[in-house]
């Protein structure tokens, strides 16, 4: 069961997606012009798939937590394994 979380997350994965293809539609840039250039490639793929990544990783962290109501060896992996994939792309070199 999906509560309003899980929604508000899955809305936020959709609107990323369809931002990283305007974008590309927009400026018709080619796939592999993309990945030729590496600061190009972290703003637009890298970074935003990782990203995604992390939060359906952690979607299925919070949806074991709820059925469960217990921290299990699984809920565990499934949280720090989200907390990797956000700490992996986020982008230190801003701050």
Do not use: A, C, D, W
């Not at 809920?75 to 986020?90: E, H, K, T, Y």
């Amino acid at each position: 069961m999906l509560n309003l979380t899980v929604l508000i997350i899955l809305v936020q994965i959709l609107i990323g997606f369809m931002l990283i293809f305007f974008h590309l539609y927009k400026n018709k840039i080619g796939i592999f012009e993309i990945f030729k250039q590496k600061k190009i490639r972290f703003k637009l793929i890298e970074h935003p798939i990782t990203m995604i990544v992390g939060f359906l990783i952690f979607i299925l962290f919070y949806q074991k937590l709820y059925q469960n109501h217990q921290i299990t060896h699984t809920v565990l992996f499934l949280f720090f394994l989200s907390v990797l994939f956000f700490l992996i792309r986020f982008p230190f070199n801003l701050i």
